[in-house]
C-alpha cells in the first residue's frame, strides 16, 4: 500500500517511515510541506495520505483541499496527524474530508494499525 506522508518534522518522518515500512507493508513517499506534495501530485498514485496538520506555509487541510482537485487523488483516504485532538477539532478535521487523527506523539509499533483500522471504516 502507499502512503503519501506529508510532514514538515524531519524526526517524525524518520520515524513514521521507518515504523510503516518495517511494520505495516506501507511503501512511503515522504514530503517536508505542502507545496513539495503539491509538485509530486500529478504522478503520485498513493493510497492513503497522512497529513500533519501544523506546517509552515499550507498547513494539512489545505494540502488536503488541494490534492483534491487532482481527479486520482479526489476520493484517496486522507488521515491527520497532530497533537490537536479535542473532540470538537477532530470533528473540524473530519468536516474537511479526513477519516480520521491519529494523536501525536504517535506509537510507531501501533502506527501502522491505526492507519488500516482508520481506512476500513
Do not use: S
Request: hydrophobic content about 45%.
Amino acid at each position: 500500500m502507499i502512503l503519501m506522508h506529508v510532514e514538515d518534522d524531519m524526526d517524525i518522518r524518520e520515524i513514521a517511515k521507518m515504523a510503516l515500512e518495517m511494520m505495516g507493508d506501507f511503501d512511503v513517499t515522504q514530503y517536508d510541506c505542502g507545496e513539495a506534495a503539491l509538485v509530486a501530485a500529478p504522478d503520485a498514485k498513493p493510497d492513503v495520505l497522512l497529513l500533519d496538520v501544523m506546517m509552515p506555509g499550507m498547513t494539512g487541510p489545505e494540502t488536503l483541499a488541494k490534492l483534491r482537485t487532482f481527479d486520482h487523488l479526489a476520493n484517496v483516504p486522507a488521515i491527520y496527524m497532530t497533537a490537536r485532538v479535542q473532540p470538537k477539532e477532530i470533528e473540524e478535521f473530519k468536516q474537511t474530508g479526513a477519516l480520521g487523527v491519529i494523536e501525536k506523539p504517535f506509537d510507531p509499533v501501533t502506527l501502522a494499525q491505526e492507519i488500516k483500522d482508520l481506512i476500513a471504516h
